[in-house]
Structure formats: C-alpha cells, structure tokens
T-cell receptor, first 117, second 115 residues
Framework: GAVVSQHPSWVICKSGTSVKIECRSL??????MFWYRQFPKQSLMLMAT?????????EQGVEKDKFLINHASLTLSTLTVTSAHPEDSSFYIC?????????????FGPGTRLTVT | AQKITQTQPGMFVQEKEAVTLDCTYD???????LFWYKQPSSGEMIFLIY??????QNATEGRYSLNFQKARKSANLVISASQLGDSAMYFC????????????FGTGTSLTVIP
C-alpha cells in the first residue's frame, strides 16, 4: 500500500520557538494533503487542507498565521508551528490523498508528537 | 448533528472471541464512503476496511468485516477471533461524495483484548 512518512516523529521545543513538521508521500503523488491534530484520548481534528501549488485551506478556528502550511511539491507538505506555546503540544498527523486509486484513499503518516516546554 | 457517532468509549473482549464496534453516520449525500481505522499506542492510523454507499455487499478484509445497514445508517466493525494485538483505539470515518476531501471521524472506541 501507499506509504506516507512524517519527520520528525517527536520533537520537544521551548516556548516561543518554531517547529517544522514534514509530510511526504513516498510512492505516489499527492496533490492534496491534510493536517490533523489529536489531543490525548480524543479524535482527529482536521486543521487544514494543503493543495500543491496553492494556498492551504484552513478549518474554522485554526490560526493560519500560527500554523503555516506549504505544499511545494507533489510529494511534500510542511506544517510550521510558529511561536509555539505549551497549549500547542499535541499529536500532529498528516494524510495524503492518492487519486490514482478508485476510492480516492487517504493514507496517514505515523504522526509527530510535539511537546512545547 | 454529529456526522459520525461511536457510542462505545471502551470495549473488552476475550481473546479468540468476536467483537462488534458500533458506528452510526449522518449524511444527506447519496454517495459516501465509510472507513475504519485502528490506532495503536504508537499513534499511527492503520486503514482496516472500506465500504462505499453503493456497494451491494458488506466489505470484508481478513478478520475484519463491516456490517453495513444503509437504512439504519450504521456501519459496525466486526473483528473475529480477537488477538492481543487488536488492543487499540478504533475510529470510524466517513467521506461524503466520491471525491470529497474531508474525513469526518468519530470519537473512537478503545478496545482491550483480554488473554
């Protein structure tokens, strides 16, 4: 099956610094990628839809200036958490959409655990 | 209204027994897809099974089967012959439209398999 990777798998940063998370589709091209956030014991919350070559679409309540998304190529999308604060600590998961299949499957990355101290 | 409802926050099952995880959905779109994912403690979302709204037969993938009752808008996951490695969170999800982007996730069910 299709593989999506995320880097780093976990990161600890100090409050006020910025952190970049990468999401790559390894064996297929993804014109659309998605970024989710998951708090402990809760469901996935869609943050934004990342489209290759255009601006991301953010869900209501998600600060676009805080969570910068760049989808510069068909295999890479990045999420940058700017001026991170402890409340940004969470599990961030990306998914990539493979449009070559019949059901427009989304494949999830392994997630990145962010801890802001 | 919630798009996906999972009413069982936690479930226990004896090893080698079957277990059913409930999922109901709400949509007015005649075309939709239903998905089940497993999330172990590592956090990775593992795709288990898919059911399309126009599929005539219930989907099956190995020990996983989806009990699709369209009139009731339910898409329960049945895991047969439970194994200790099945202990994880299970999420039901829906995508509206054949090419829709957004996945709507339920709140999940934590399954514990007892030896």
């Amino acid at each position: 099956g299709a593989v999506v990777s995320q880097h780093p798998s976990w990161v600890i940063c100090k409050s006020g610094t910025s952190v970049k998370i990468e999401c790559r589709s390894l064996d297929f091209q993804a014109t659309t990628m998605f970024w989710y956030r998951q708090f402990p014991k809760q469901s996935l919350m869609l943050m934004a839809t990342s489209n290759e070559g255009s601006k991301a679409t953010y869900e209501q309540g998600v600060e676009k200036d805080k969570f910068l998304i760049n989808h510069a190529s068909l295999t890479l999308s990045t999420l940058t958490v700017t001026s991170a604060h402890p409340e940004d600590s969470s599990f961030y998961i990306c998914s990539a959409r493979d449009t070559t299949g019949g059901i427009y499957e989304q494949y999830f990355g392994p997630g990145t655990r962010l801890t802001v101290t | 209204a919630q798009k996906i409802t999972q009413t069982q926050p936690g479930m226990f099952v004896q090893e080698k027994e079957a277990v059913t995880l409930d999922c109901t959905y709400d949509t007015s779109d005649p075309s939709y897809g239903l998905f089940w994912y497993k999330q172990p403690s590592s956090g990775e979302m593992i795709f288990l099974i898919y059911q399309g709204s126009y599929d005539q037969q219930n989907a099956t993938e190995g020990r996983y089967s989806l009990n699709f009752q369209k009139a009731r808008k339910s898409a329960n996951l049945v895991i047969s012959a439970s194994q200790l490695g099945d202990s994880a969170m299970y999420f039901c999800a829906m995508r509206e439209g054949r090419t829709g982007n957004q996945f709507y996730f339920g709140t999940g069910t934590s399954l514990t398999v007892i030896p």
